[in-house]
């Protein structure tokens, strides 16, 4: 089947969107499946799995907060059709959405692998409210600013994207000289930065104003003729508007994720469960630590109190080879986003420390490394100071983040002033190491302004 007409596509590569638009042409549904309905929603999927109870009626209360701030509340005469397909293999073999997008929206139907797709929800809802020609910029913009997704948070300063350069955004675009995670922070910043921009003007100047813009702007639109007809709509320059948004941080005033006020996910539960739909969230307290293992390129804790404050979580891109994070993160409740890859079945969460992970030497229990896998501790920004006890009976490769700005990392035979050996570990290199029952992890002062990650990888492992 060549892929469906009459939709804007989210096309992610690595989580990310970019849209295209095409004349409307009815065509057949994906595929019938198990049909379900809530006031708003007629939803199919072939899972063997039951939805989740909450599923369709955050659903429902989702299109109703996204409907209020667009000004196009639904009814229950227009009920939007969401296909839920099994993987994103399924999704590809299907053919109904092009070539290596991880899900499409037009007006009234979303087709994605997630069951809780807030991204392709925005497109959907803005496409039926606005309709219009659909501005890369803008259209995607909106979406990240309603959905929060891809999620990020950023203050731009000193490498701002250009809105220029957006005008057509595409995605992450391949880049031979970077990694795939360097690709993806890339493209994060550009659509962080439409995010931010579309969210900046809805706060000055409302929705309707907005939509107004969103509506005059065509594809393939020219830097001049984009001026102009910004300056028809609002009363001030781009270049102004785009300053602001950026020099304030991306803050999108996003619409809340209901999956917040569901009760948290217990100590120990496995991520995804026995049924399909609702995303549970993650309690974060203080002083205790979270373990998380999974096998991807990574995913996203997004805070539910404050959605700029969002934590990216890196893996592996080689197959099937498992990553564990051990991090300690403001107190909080989080969503954990998943990569587009990465099936729910993949991760596994425990509660790991009853303690602060770094503490005095009497306080920090001891972390257990991976033997066969990558291990990465992640500490809160800010500054960090104190001892960690280390269990491990092998050679590994240590990798401190260059996020990490000054500070030193050592690794000791004992803790404390009982220390009698210390050998240094610099930040941004890899430092071979034995880690043996007993070893301490020195940390003096330590500062970043973003997670601070300290990897752990056997030397047996590819890192």
Same mark, same amino acid.
């Given at each position: ?315 592996? *891109?080689? %197959? +099937? &080879?498992?990553? #564990?994070?051990?991090?300690? @993160?403001?107190? /909080? ?95 941004? *290199?890899? %430092? +071979? &190491?034995?880690? #043996?029952?007993?070893?301490? @992890?020195?940390? /003096? ?19």
């Amino acid at each position: 089947m060549q892929p469906r007409t009459g939709f804007t596509v989210a096309m992610p590569v690595y989580g990310l969107f970019v849209i295209f638009v095409s004349p409307c042409a009815c065509e057949p549904q994906p595929f019938e499946g198990r049909v379900s309905h809530g006031r708003y929603f007629e939803y199919h999927d072939r899972e063997q799995e039951a939805l989740c109870p909450e599923l369709l009626p955050l659903l429902d209360e989702h299109a109703e907060s996204v409907g209020s701030l667009i000004g196009s509340a639904p009814s229950s005469g227009d009920a939007f059709r969401y296909y839920k397909f099994r993987s994103f293999q399924e999704l590809q073999a299907s053919d109904d959405c092009p070539s290596e997008s991880g899900g499409c929206a037009f007006a009234g139907e979303v087709l994605s692998p997630k069951a809780f797709d807030t991204h392709e929800l925005s497109h959907a809802y803005t496409f039926a409210a606005w309709h219009g020609p659909f501005n890369a910029l803008l259209s995607e913009g909106v979406a990240v600013a309603l959905s929060c997704s891809p999620a990020a948070r950023y203050t731009f300063e000193g490498a701002a994207p250009d809105w220029r350069d957006l005008l057509s955004l595409s995605g992450e675009e391949p880049n031979d000289n970077q990694t795939q995670a360097a690709n993806h922070e890339n493209a994060v910043r550009q659509y962080a930065a439409a995010g931010a921009f579309t969210t900046n003007l809805a706060r000055r100047y409302g929705w309707a104003r907005l939509a107004e813009l969103y509506q005059r702007v065509p594809p393939g639109v020219s830097e001049l003729d984009f001026q102009r007809q910004f300056s028809q709509v609002l009363p001030a320059s781009v270049d102004h508007e785009w300053s602001l948004a950026l020099g304030n941080g991306d803050a999108p005033a996003c619409v809340p994720d209901p999956q917040c006020a569901l009760d948290a996910q217990e100590d120990g539960q496995r991520l995804g469960a026995a049924c399909v739909g609702a995303e549970r969230p993650i309690d974060l307290v203080a002083n205790i630590g979270a373990r998380i293992s999974f096998v991807g390129t990574g995913f996203t804790l997004q805070s539910c109190s404050d959605s700029t404050q969002t934590y990216w979580f890196v893996g592996s *891109e080689a %197959t +099937a &080879v498992q990553t #564990t994070h051990v991090l300690q @993160l403001p107190r /909080d409740r989080y969503l954990l986003v998943y990569d587009r890859d990465l099936p729910a079945s993949d991760f596994a969460l425990e509660s790991y420390f009853m303690h602060s992970l770094v503490g005095d030497c009497g306080v920090s229990e001891p972390l257990q490394l991976e033997g066969s896998q990558p291990t990465i501790i992640d500490l809160p920004p800010g500054t960090t100071t104190g001892w960690l006890a280390l269990n491990g009976a092998s050679r590994y490769l240590v990798a401190p983040h260059p996020s990490i700005l000054s500070g030193k990392i050592e690794l000791c035979d004992q803790c404390g002033l009982a220390a009698s050996s210390c050998s240094a570990i610099p930040v941004g *290199e890899s %430092t +071979a &190491v034995t880690v #043996t029952a007993g070893s301490w @992890l020195k940390l /003096d002062n330590l500062i970043s302004l973003d997670l601070a990650q300290i990897r752990f990888t056997p030397t047996s492992v590819d890192p």
